[in-house]
C-alpha cells in the first residue's frame, strides 16, 4: 500500500514494555550461537537499531559491543537535538521522530530520563548568504511541520543575553528544539531493546562476518561465532575496518573535532537556548555553570587515516591549541563574556565524515543482508532514532520506506576509501557543515582521481570542471580568448558570474549543435543466452524481443511497483566493431554501483539455472554526446555511413566509422533535440574527437563546446527525469509521469508490474511530478523550494534550473492536493501556482507535458 511520506514516522510501535530496573553489564562476556540478526556497536545508531527491530516484533537480536555502550563517539558528543536546517525531507522527519523519543517516548517507556532539555535553538543569519539559505530552509521546515520564527537581532539577544548581536541580520527560532545527554539517550534505547529480549553483549568485538552465496550467514567474534540471517554495522568510526573483512566498502573517515568548556560564569542561565552561528564556525550553549564553545573549523584535521585502534575507549586526543586557537578567538567573539574566564577545558574527539556529508545507511551492494548505519557526519544523536528506525523497518520489510537515495552505501565507491581520499576529503567535508551551502559551491579536495580521456582537451578549451561522482566532469566553459578564467567565481544565490557563458552553450544546443562529454555515464554489458529474457523481467519496457540496434529508455522497479533505476538499454546491433550480441545498459553516475547490484541480483533470481552475465564498461568507452539540430549535418560529415533519419531513425543504435575509428552511435536525446550519443573505445577517443572539432571547424556545424549547467537546464526544460534527483525510491511509475515505459502485454511480465497495474486501475496515482516555472524572470530555483496552488502547500521542488530558452527557473515537483482520490490532469492546468524562494512568494505555472516541445517533434526531425 502507498501512503504519505509523514504517515510513515507516525507509524504506531508495537509491543509493551517492562519497567523493571535492568543491567546489560557481564563480567564474563557469553554470546548466544545464533540469531536473526547481529548488530555491531553499541553507540546512540546501533542501540537504536537494536531498539527498533524489537518494537518491530523482532526480538531475537544479539547487540555486540567491543568495549562499553557509548565508549566510541557517542560518549562526548555535544547532545544537540535540533530539528532545524535540512532541506531533505527524509533527514527532518528523522529528525523531528528521534527529539520525540528524547522528549517522552523513551522515558515514559523505559523509566529512563534522556536528559532532553528543549531549551529552544537560535541560527543567526550574519550575511545575506546565509540569510537567503536560512529563509529557503525554514520555509521547507515549516512545510515539514516545524515551528520555525525568523527573529530580530534584538529578540536574539532577548534569549541569550550575552550574545553580540550588532552584525546579527536575522535569527531562525525553534523553540522545542533543545539539547539531550548522549549517554542517557543510548542508555534508554539499550533498556528499551533488552525489556523487550534483545541480548546485549559488552565487551565482545566482531572479528568477522561469514558469507555463503553472496548472503550474511554469521559473524565471528572474540566470543565464539554467532549464526545470523543479518548483520548491521553500526560501529561508528570504525565501520570502514569492520567493512573491509567481509569485502564492504564504507568510505567514512574520522577527524578531530573540539570543543571548549569555559569556566563558571556567573550570568549564564541553564535555560538558555543553544546558538549557532556558522559565520564563526560555532554552536554555543550553556554547560556545566559556563558555556560550551562548540566548533566546526573550515579546515579540520584528520586523525588516524591508516586505521582507528580498536582499543580506543572514551578516549580523547591531545589538542592542538597552535591550530584551534584563531578559530576559537573567532567563535567565542560571539559572546565576548567567553574571553573574560578561563577555559576549564579544550575537548577533542573524533568524529566521523563521509565524503559528501550524508550518512551510509542501508544494505551493502557488496553483500546481501548486510546493512550499514554509519558516517553520521556529527548529527548521529539529533537522527540516532530516525536511523535505527529507518535501518529496522529496512530489515524487517525488506525495503526502505523514506526516500534513501541520498543515503544508500551504493552511493559511494571503493576509491572513496583509500587513505589519500579519506585523508584528503574529511579536511573539507567537516569544514562544510558551517559554510554556506551556496548551490555551486565546489568540492576541492580528493580531485582528479577518474578523468575522461578527453580531459586535457576539454581543459585546453577552458573548462572549468567540477566533481561529478568523482570524476572531472566539465560544468561550462570560460572563454579564454577574452581573458576569462574557468573558476567558480563569486559564490551566490543569485545569477554566477559566468551566466552568460552557460546562456550560450544552452542556445548553442537549440539553434545548433553542441558536443557534451559524458563519459562519468555508467555502463555495462549484459551479455549471454539469458540475457534479453532477464532483462525484460527487469525492466518495465519490452527489450528483450526488439530488433537488434534499438535504445529503449526504461524502468527498474521494486517488488512494491517503486522506483529503482533509470536506464537505458541497447539491444545491440550485429556489424564490424561489435561482440557477438549482448545488451548495453546506461545509468547515471550517482546510480553506478546501485544497478551494477540490481542487474547482478536480478541475474540471480531471474536466471538461476540459465546463464547471463553483467559487465562493467564504464571505463572502458568514452562517451561523445553530439546535440541540436545540426547534428546530423556534422555526423553525416563525419562518417561514411547513413544518417538519415529513414536509415537512422529515432532510438536506433548502430556501429559507425569517424576517421579510422569504428563506434557505437546511438540516436537519443537527454537534451530535447536531434542528437546523438557516441560510445568511443577509449583508445581511439582522441582521435575521434579531434576528428569531430576538425570537420566541424572545416565547415558550417556551428558546434559549441557545452558542459553541465547547460545538460542540467537543456533536460529540465524538457521535464526529463533524473533519480535520485527529481525521483526517488517512494514514487511509482505513474507518479513519476513513465508509465508510458511499461509493456504491460510482454510475456512474464516485469518486477513490480502488478502494483503498478492496480494503482493504474484504481484510476490513477493520488500525486503527480509536474513541471513548475516562474512567471518572473529573475528569482532562481535550485531546491526545496516550497509549492503553493490556491494557497494551500501541495508539494516542493525536487531539482531546478533555469531555463534559457524559457526565460525563467523550472524545476520538477512531485505535487499532492492532500485527498484518497486520483489526481486529475486538470488540477494541475487550473488553479493558481505560487513558488516560495527565500521567504517569498512568486506567481508560478505547472503542466504535465513538457514545456519545451511537447510534441517532441524536434528529437524525431
Known amino acids: ?470 570524476w572531472q566532469g566539465v560544468d561550462y566553459y570560460a572563454d579564454l580568448s577574452a581573458g576569462e578564467k574557468p573558476e567558480a567565481g563569486p559564490l551566490t544565490w543569485g545569477r554566477p558570474s559566468w551566466f552568460s557563458r552557460w546562456a550560450a552553450e544552452h542556445k548553442a544546443c537549440r539553434e545548433a549543435c553542441v558536443l557534451i562529454d559524458m563519459s562519468f555515464m555508467s555502463k555495462f554489458r549484459v551479455q549471454g543466452p539469458d540475457a534479453g529474457a532477464v532483462l525484460d523481467r527487469l525492466v518495465t519496457s519490452r527489450v528483450g524481443a526488439v530488433p537488434a540496434g534499438v535504445i529503449t529508455y526504461t524502468q527498474m522497479l521494486s517488488e512494491r511497483g517503486t522506483l529503482e533505476a533509470d536506464l537505458t538499454v541497447t539491444k545491440l546491433p550485429d556489424g564490424a566493431g561489435g561482440a557477438a550480441g549482448g545488451f548495453m545498459v546506461v545509468a547515471t553516475d550517482t546510480a553506478h554501483r546501485h544497478v551494477e547490484a540490481l542487474l547482478q541480483r536480478g541475474i540471480e533470481r531471474e536466471a538461476p539455472k540459465g546463464f547471463a552475465v553483467v559487465t562493467d564498461v564504464t571505463g572502458a568507452y568514452a562517451q561523445i554526446n553530439l546535440q541540436g539540430p545540426k547534428s546530423r549535418q556534422l555526423l553525416s560529415a563525419l562518417t561514411s555511413c547513413d544518417v538519415s533519419d529513414s536509415a537512422f531513425p529515432f532510438r536506433s543504435a548502430c556501429y559507425i566509422d569517424i576517421g579510422c575509428a569504428r563506434l557505437l552511435a546511438t540516436r537519443i536525446t537527454y537534451v530535447g533535440e536531434l542528437g546523438f550519443e557516441l560510445f568511443v573505445p577509449v583508445e581511439a577517443a582522441a582521435h575521434v574527437y579531434e576528428t569531430i572539432v576538425s570537420t566541424a571547424e572545416a565547415g558550417d556545424h556551428g558546434l559549441v563546446h557545452a558542459g553541465l549547467k547547460a545538460l542540467g537546464s537543456l533536460r529540465m526544460e524538457k521535464g526529463y527525469r533524473d533519480y535520485g534527483h527529481d525521483m526517488d525510491n517512494l514514487d511509482t511509475l505513474l507518479e513519476a509521469g513513465l508509465g508510458f515505459t511499461a509493456d504491460f502485454e510482454k510475456p512474464g511480465g516485469f518486477v513490480g508490474m502488478e502494483p503498478t497495474l492496480a494503482q493504474k486501475a484504481s484510476g490513477g496515482p493520488t500525486r503527480r511530478l509536474v513541471q513548475v516555472a516562474l512567471e518572473d524572470p529573475q528569482p532562481l530555483m535550485y531546491h526545496g523550494e516550497v509549492i503553493y496552488r490556491d494557497g494551500v502547500i501541495v508539494g516542493d521542488v525536487r531539482a531546478a534550473s533555469y531555463g534559457h530558452t524559457l526565460g525563467c527557473a523550472v524545476g520538477l515537483a512531485m505535487v499532492d492536493r492532500g485527498t484518497a482520490e486520483p489526481l486529475p490532469a486538470r488540477w494541475v492546468s487550473s488553479g493558481t501556482w505560487e513558488v516560495d524562494v527565500a521567504g517569498k512568494r512568486y506567481p508560478a505555472r505547472a503542466s504535465l507535458r513538457p514545456m519545451f516541445d511537447p510534441k517532441n517533434e524536434k528529437i524525431k526531425s
Open 1 to 470: 500500500m502507498l501512503g504519505t511520506r509523514a504517515s510513515l514516522w507516525a507509524r504506531p510501535m508495537l509491543g509493551q514494555v517492562s519497567r523493571s530496573r535492568i543491567s546489560w553489564y557481564s563480567s564474563a562476556p557469553i554470546v548466544p550461537s545464533q540469531a536473526r540478526v547481529v548488530v555491531c556497536g553499541g553507540g546512540i545508531v546501533g542501540s537504536s537499531v537494536a531498539y527498533h527491530l524489537a518494537k518491530l516484533g523482532w526480538t531475537d537480536v544479539v547487540l555486540l559491543e567491543r568495549d562499553q555502550v557509548t565508549s566510541g563517539t557517542t560518549w562526548h558528543a555535544a547532545g544537540l537535538m535540533v530539528t532545524f536546517g535540512s532541506l531533505s525531507e527524509t533527514s527532518t522527519e528523522m529528525r523531528k521522530y528521534t527529539k520525540e523519543l528524547y522528549s517522552h517516548i523513551l522515558e515514559e517507556e523505559t523509566g529512563l530520563s534522556t536528559g532532553f532539555m528543549p531549551v529552544g535553538f537560535i541560527e543567526l543569519a550574519t550575511n545575506t548568504g546565509y540569510l537567503e539559505e536560512f529563509r529557503r530552509v525554514a520555509a521547507f521546515n515549516r512545510k515539514c511541520g516545524i515551528e520555525v520564527h525568523e527573529i530580530s537581532p534584538r529578540e536574539v539577544q532577548d534569549m541569550f543575553p550575552l550574545c553580540r548581536t550588532d552584525d546579527v541580520l536575522a535569527g531562525f527560532y525553534v523553540k522545542d528544539d533543545g539539547r539531550v545527554n548522549p549517554v542517557d539517550a543510548t542508555a534508554a534505547f539499550v533498556r528499551g531493546a533488552k525489556n523487550r529480549g534483545v541480548t546485549v553483549v559488552e565487551g565482545v568485538s566482531v572479528t568477522g562476518v561469514r558469507t555463503a552465496k553472496g548472503k550474511v550467514t554469521g559473524v565471528q567474534t572474540s566470543a565464539g561465532d554467532v549464526e545470523c540471517e543479518f548483520f548491521v554495522n553500526a560501529a561508528g568510526m570504525w565501520a570502514r575496518q569492520l567493512g573491509e573483512l567481509a569485502g564492504v566498502s564504507i568510505p567514512n573517515q574520522a577527524a578531530e573535532h573540539y570543543y571548549l568548556l569555559t569556566e563558571p560564569m556567573a550570568d549564564v542561565d541553564p535555560a538558555w537556548p543553544i546558538v549557532e552561528d556558522p559565520s564563526r564556525h560555532t554552536y554555543i550553549r550553556p554547560e556545566g555553570g559556563g558555556l560550551m564553545v562548540g566548533l566546526f573549523e573550515p579546515v579540520a584535521a584528520s586523525w588516524s587515516v591508516s586505521s582507528v585502534p580498536n582499543d580506543f575507549s572514551f578516549g580523547e586526543i591531545d589538542p592542538d591549541w597552535d591550530r584551534m586557537a584563531p578559530f576559537l578567538e573567532t567563535a567565542m567573539g560571539r559572546v565576548p563574556r567567553c574571553l573574560e574566564v578561563g577555559a576549564k577545558k579544550l575537548f577533542c574527539g573524533p568524529e566521523s565524515f563521509t565524503p559528501d556529508l550524508s550518512p551510509i545507511v542501508g544494505e551493502a551492494p557488496e553483500l546481501k543482508n548486510y546493512y550499514v548505519a554509519a558516517g553520521m557526519n556529527s548529527i548521529g544523536i539529533l537522527t540516532g532514532g530516525g536511523i535505527g528506525r529507518v535501518v529496522a523497518q529496512n530489515i524487517v520489510d525488506g525495503h526502505p520506506d523514506v526516500d534513501v537515495t541520498a543515503m544508500l552505501p551504493a552511493r559511494l565507491q571503493p576509491y572513496q576509501a583509500t587513505p589519500a581520499y579519506r585523508g584528503a576529503r574529511v579536511v573539507e567535508s567537516l569544514g562544510k557543515v558551517y559554510k554556506c551551502h551556496y548551490p555551486n559551491r565546489p568540492t576541492e579536495t580528493a580531485r582528479g582521481a577518474k578523468r575522461s580521456p578527453l580531459h586535457e582537451k576539454h581543459a585546453a578549451r577552458g573548462a572549468y570542471f567540477r566533481d561529478v561522482s568523482g
